[in-house]
T-cell receptor, first 113, second 116 residues
Framework: EAGVTQFPSHSVIEKGQTVTLRCDPI?????LYWYRRVMGKEIKFLLH????????ESGMPNNRFLAERTGGTYSTLKVQPAELEDSGVYFC???????????FGSGTQLSVL | AQKVTQAQTEISVVEKEDVTLDCVYE???????LFWYKQPPSGELVFLIR??????QNEISGRYSWNFQKSTSSFNFTITASQVVDSAVYFC?????????????FGAGTQVVVTP
């Protein structure tokens, strides 16, 4: 069974540019989460999808971040325009209904210069 | 306010030594969930255990054991007879929301380095 896949694994962009991160959850997992770890800080929750609906987006830092999950399959997280403080590792995780276990991807390392 | 505190930034041990990772949490909820995840060098977080607030039974899984004490708000993790493959960052996490139990609040993580 394929795990959670994220790409790109690394992205280096300049301030002001746009970047789109993609996450492919495990097939059949309705729940999809985005997390972020900025340098020196804890891993922080960004948002939670149940199928294609946003269940909780309380962790999204501002309106420069846009997450979508069309058709309830893969998800994208777009940052537009990117700022220096957006640098960090973005993790995606998926799960079935309450199983108490998240499956994480390896993350996308985003560097904004 | 930080909800999950992992005071140990890094722990270095020699293979076969035991290592205990501390985790202290803070919540006002009576129902909550505690987790441990392992992050090996490959980067992905790997689930190790989930514990419900109403289940204070300690658990052992192979060389891993967990000590949950509500009285001290702690959920400590011990690796017995450590091996080089145990080298990783270990995260303790708290979930306070049943409807969104996957909304985890992570501690800062503890880097474990096991040398041969």
């Amino acid at each position: 069974e394929a795990g959670v896949t994220q790409f790109p694994s690394h992205s280096v962009i300049e301030k002001g540019q746009t970047v789109t991160l993609r996450c492919d959850p495990i097939s059949g997992h309705d729940n999809l989460y985005w997390y972020r770890r900025v340098m020196g800080k804890e891993i922080k929750f960004l948002l939670h999808f149940v199928k294609e609906s946003k269940q909780d987006e309380s962790g999204m830092p501002n309106n420069r971040f846009l997450a979508e999950r069309t058709g309830g399959t893969y998800s994208t997280l777009k940052v537009q325009p990117a700022e220096l403080e957006d640098s960090g590792v973005y993790f995606c995780a998926s799960s079935q209904a309450f199983t108490g276990r998240l499956f994480f991807g390896s993350g996308t390392q985003l560097s904004v210069l | 306010a930080q909800k999950v505190t992992q005071a140990q930034t890094e722990i270095s041990v020699v293979e076969k030594e035991d290592v205990t990772l501390d985790c202290v949490y803070e919540t006002r909820d009576t129902t909550y969930y505690l987790f441990w995840y392992k992050q090996p060098p490959s980067g992905e977080l790997v689930f190790l255990i989930r514990r419900n607030s109403f289940d204070e039974q300690n658990e052992i899984s192979g060389r891993y054991s967990w000590n949950f004490q509500k009285s001290t708000s702690s959920f400590n993790f011990t690796i017995t007879a450590s091996q080089v493959v145990d080298s990783a960052v270990y995260f303790c996490a708290l979930s306070e929301e049943f409807d969104s139990w996957g909304k985890l609040q992570f501690g800062a993580g503890t880097q474990v380095v096991v040398t041969p």
